[in-house]
């Protein structure tokens, strides 16, 4: 079977017997053991070191105890049976769910690494239960229907999200299709060197940009957060620094650009209401009078709050496309009529 994607998946080959698997670039940098525990999925653990003590498994042709960290290029063997591997081999299963829909992504960059997708108002980013379908599982449909990734390569490494936002705001989405994708990704917004740009419009005249700043705490009953200016909870609340800039202000109404310092659950709903400019649509943390009035002459039901722009640092070699580059994804429908029609001289 041929290497894929510049030698991200694995190499599986049958002879007499005996399963080789040559570890690559998605595989590397784990322990023996994790790898045995994804590729025999269904496997309980004491049958992988029963198999290691007893040279039925094999690291580079040696006896192996199965804490080993894996790099590219060693050879992994199975003197195991096909009936025994399949056995203990569960394949990826497409969600019936995703079968019955159209996979439509709106890609905004694809390399071999990474995906940058403009993600519509109503999807989630990941599951929350096991019965949900989020953009994880659209994703991988959206791989295996391009066939940069097969079912097999699955049973080693998930491509998956690297950030994510709420179900109703709407935007930028980075995917890894790599672990190198994945890892630097969420590296760079770790160490808050890619900037997350967001669009909203808020409530009230906004005139001058300002960088604020208070403590987070979040009520897990009500999945809904509070902002304070000192820490009320003795450290246990998160700091939290939000950057914002006018964009236009008219008619009682304000779009923002606004840069996140940190990232935080709920953030920018939460850290711009508490200085009294709510966003426009928002249930949890808005002005409810407002909201109706928009639900009613908008058909408005969520927040208008948008991913707007992403500027990236200098990256390595593998990812030098997206070096000092800026990625923008257009506005949902909704939010542009409301910002043509709110701001607007009639």
Do not use: W
């Not at 290691?52 to 804490?67: D, Q, S, V, W, Y």
């Not at 391009?146 to 080693?156: A, D, I, P, Q, V």
């Not at 160490?191 to 403590?215: E, F, P, Q, W």
Request: charged share 25%.
């Amino acid at each position: 079977m041929p290497i894929t994607n510049g030698h991200l998946y694995n190499i599986v080959k049958d002879v007499n017997k005996v399963r080789e698997i040559t570890i690559v670039q998605n595989e590397a940098g784990q322990r023996l053991d994790k790898f045995l525990a994804k590729y025999l999925n269904k496997a309980p653990k004491s049958f992988f070191y029963k198999m290691l003590r007893k040279k039925n498994i094999t690291l580079n042709g040696k006896k192996a105890e199965g804490a080993e960290k894996l790099i590219e290029g060693d050879i992994v063997r199975l003197f195991l049976a096909e009936e025994t591997i399949e056995s203990f081999k569960e394949s990826y299963q497409l969600d019936a769910k995703v079968n019955q829909r159209a996979v439509k992504l709106d890609v905004l960059y694809e390399d071999s690494h990474v995906v940058i997708i403009n993600k519509p108002i109503g999807m989630l980013s990941q599951r929350a239960k096991e019965s949900d379908v989020s953009l994880v599982e659209l994703l991988i449909a959206y791989l295996l229907e391009m066939g940069s990734l097969t079912k097999e390569e699955l049973s080693t490494f998930k491509p998956s999200v690297c950030n994510r936002l709420d179900r109703n705001t709407s935007g930028i989405v980075i995917a890894g299709k790599s672990l190198l994708g994945l890892q630097e990704m969420s590296a760079k917004l770790q160490d808050r060197s890619l900037h997350k740009y967001y669009r909203c419009i808020v409530k009230g005249t906004m005139t001058k940009g300002a960088r604020i700043n208070g403590y987070l705490a979040k009520d897990e009953k009500t999945n809904k957060v509070r902002i304070t200016t000192n820490d009320p909870n003795d450290g246990e609340s998160s700091y939290i620094e939000t950057e914002y800039q006018p964009i236009l202000s008219k008619n009682g109404y304000t779009l923002l650009e606004v840069l996140l310092i940190t990232g935080k659950t709920h953030q920018i709903r939460a850290h711009l209401s508490s200085i009294g400019h709510p966003i426009i649509g928002d249930t949890k943390y808005g002005d409810e009078t407002l909201n109706k009035k928009m639900q009613k002459q908008y058909g408005l039901s969520h927040q208008l709050l948008h991913s707007y722009r992403l500027e990236f640092p200098n990256l390595p070699k593998e990812l030098e496309k997206l070096s000092n580059q800026k990625i923008i994804a257009p506005y949902p429908k909704l939010f542009k009529n409301l910002e043509k029609s709110l701001f607007s001289d009639n």
